[in-house]
């Protein structure tokens, strides 16, 4: 399986994400991964009815994430990985899964939380999290929509 994009995005499957994101990178499976979702009906639903003609969708917990992304049960498949949090994309990584980079693209304003970006505000641990991970040589960036700058976020942690 090849994972072509990786994306941080609380919205997860959104219109951006169905239309502009899946048709510009040509991805033919959509992976979402997050412990909540995975257990919330009306947000399986949500998503199944967010996601676009002809794409497949999994909906994953984080260990289920790592497990099939591992053993190769999406070779075949161009899929764009989508995580609600940052702290579910690092543990995907920290859990093994070979991801060299990812997007973060909108993180909402939360108590505890500053905004580094229009679209992006992130927790204390988020930004511990983020120099963690580009401590280990993964590339981040900080980008919305795919017109937008691929700025590195470390960019906007200063």
Known sequence: MTIIHARVDERLIHGQVATVWTNLLGANRIIVVNDKVVHDKMQINALK???????????????????????????????????RNIQDMK???????????FNVGNISSKPGSKAIKKSVALTEE????????LGNGVKITAQMVPGESDASIETFLK
């Open 49 to 83: 009815l967010a996601r676009p003609t002809g794409v497949k969708l999994s909906i994953l917990s984080i260990n289920k994430g790592i497990e099939n992304l591992q053993n190769g049960k999406y070779d075949g498949d161009n899929a764009f990985l989508i995580t």
């Open 91 to 101: 543990t995907l990584i920290d859990g093994g899964v070979d991801l060299k980079q």
């Open 126 to 133: 988020d930004i511990e999290d983020l120099r963690e991970l």
